[in-house]
């Protein structure tokens, strides 16, 4: 009995002996963390901070990261972002052109810490900026919206007039009138993010003009005009996520911008590599940065698909040049 307890007590010192590098081992590994202030509308848009969010979220069940965000209704982007500094985070994240301003002041007073800007340009040394060609995306939004309207007429509504917006814009345009060179577009500015109840109403009044499909480069207020268009019986296109799920029986297809994959991609290089390569990366149909969900509702005919198909392939190559505004 006496031997049985000596080689039980001996078993445990070997186990307990084993298990404390292990134990000193995992604790000394670094835990990689982002830190985020969302645009605007927050959480919850359908759109913009939502394909954000995902890529984060796919970061940390791939990548193991951890990550926290903030919402900043009130307009106070400074006080958000100083917070997320306070955190220690590798990269701290600033989504969309409204923060630019704010992000730019505190990494000036935060020389070591590493930002990101999504969705517009910064010169500073510690600011990496990634923009997208919505232009380019938008394009054969444009080309979906021409081969499917009856009416001849379309509609487009903004959030604001700035140049981001105005990308969306011109390439819905054109690629409208790559298909039918006499096609109406017609359009209005929400100046507006939030407020789905003032897209309902804007969405109103374009299918009142004759519109009969709607695309709102829109944030959530776009969200109300989507179901606005469902309503009525007429076709829409979604914007930066795929909003097909929205309006199930109207969002043909959406101008997919993939701010998660670009979310993911630039955390991925971060703590493999331990440093992010460009100071500016600029995303579009070449660098599958930008493109269209699968299309639903209605269907392509196969020369209207080879039309669409063929319009990408001149894009990435150059042979269609989508003018900027």
């Keep these: 009995m006496k031997n049985i307890v000596s080689m039980f007590l001996l078993v445990l010192l070997i186990v307990a002996g084993c298990s404390t590098p292990m134990t000193e081992e995992t604790s000394t590994e670094k835990q990689h963390s982002i830190g985020i202030l969302l645009s605007d509308t927050g959480l919850g ?25 903030r919402e900043a209704p009130d307009g106070n982007f400074e006080g958000a972002l100083q917070e997320l500094v306070k955190q220690d985070h590798e990269l701290v994240i600033g989504l969309g052109f409204s923060i630019q301003d704010a992000l730019e002041k505190v990494a000036a007073e935060n020389p070591d810490q590493q930002f990101l800007l999504i969705d517009g340009f910064s010169e500073m040394d510690n600011i990496t900026s990634i923009t997208f060609k919505e232009h380019e995306g938008s394009f054969l939004l444009g080309m979906v919206a021409a081969m499917k309207t009856k009416t001849g007429t379309i509609g487009f509504i903004s959030g604001a007039d700035v140049p981001v917006i105005a990308r969306f814009e011109q390439g819905y345009i054109q690629g409208a009138k790559y298909i039918n060179p006499s096609i109406k577009v017609l359009k209005d500015n929400a100046n507006n993010f939030g407020d789905a109840e003032l897209g309902r109403q804007i969405a109103e009044k374009q299918m009142k003009q004759g519109a009969d499909f709607i695309y709102p480069a829109a ?85 209207e698909t080879k039309k669409l198909e063929d319009a990408k392939n001149k894009i990435i190559s150059g042979d269609i040049s989508v003018k900027l505004p």
């Design 45 to 69: 848009d359908g759109s913009f901070n939502d394909s954000a969010f995902r890529g984060l979220e796919r970061a940390r069940d791939e990548l193991g990261i951890l990550f926290d965000y």
């Design 219 to 303: 944030g959530f207020t776009g969200v109300g005009a989507i179901q606005a268009a469902q309503k009525a019986g007429h076709l829409s296109g979604g914007v930066d996520s795929d909003q097909y799920f929205i309006a199930e029986k109207s969002v043909v297809t959406s101008m997919v911008k993939k701010v998660d994959n670009a979310v993911f991609n630039i955390t991925n290089e971060l703590i493999t590599d331990g440093k992010i390569s460009q100071h500016a990366y600029e995303l579009g149909l070449k660098e599958d940065g930008v493109g269209l969900a699968p299309i639903r509702v209605t269907s392509l005919s196969p020369e």
